[in-house]
């Protein structure tokens, strides 16, 4: 990739970036501003991003017959499945931790001695991270 390619990602994630808050940022600050923010900032990222995949994938790749052999679709959603796995897991435990550890400290406010009970829930949605990341590692060890 040529510094140019790359000083035009750069500027154009700048861009995505600043344009729509910079719109914003003038003028009354209504709901509907927000969602004009939001929707601008969302087109230029991932316009920037189909971008800059293009560039990066599209030019020809040589690779070695015993490679495109040895790999294959099912490496590939392998990867993808284990890729999944860890990340809705975590996704799933975010906001199962948001849930709890805003309940805990509220409980904990209250009454301070139900600290310990309140921390096992949090550590127990937790848990559901580390068990899509386990899930994820032993996808893999099979491949």
Known sequence: MTIAVKLLLTVALIF????PFGAFAAGEKTKGRYKTAL?????MFFGTMLFAVC????GTAFAA????AAGGISTGMGYIAAALSTGLSCIGGGVAVSAAASAALGAISEDSSIL???LIFVGLAEGVCLYGLII???IIGKL
Do not use: D, P
């Open 116 to 118: 310990g009970k309140s």
């Open 65 to 68: 017959e015993s490679t495109a």
């Open 136 to 138: 994820s590692f032993m």
């Open 16 to 19: 995505s970036i600043a344009v």
């Open 39 to 43: 929707a601008a900032n969302t087109v």
């Open 55 to 58: 560039v990066l994938f599209g």
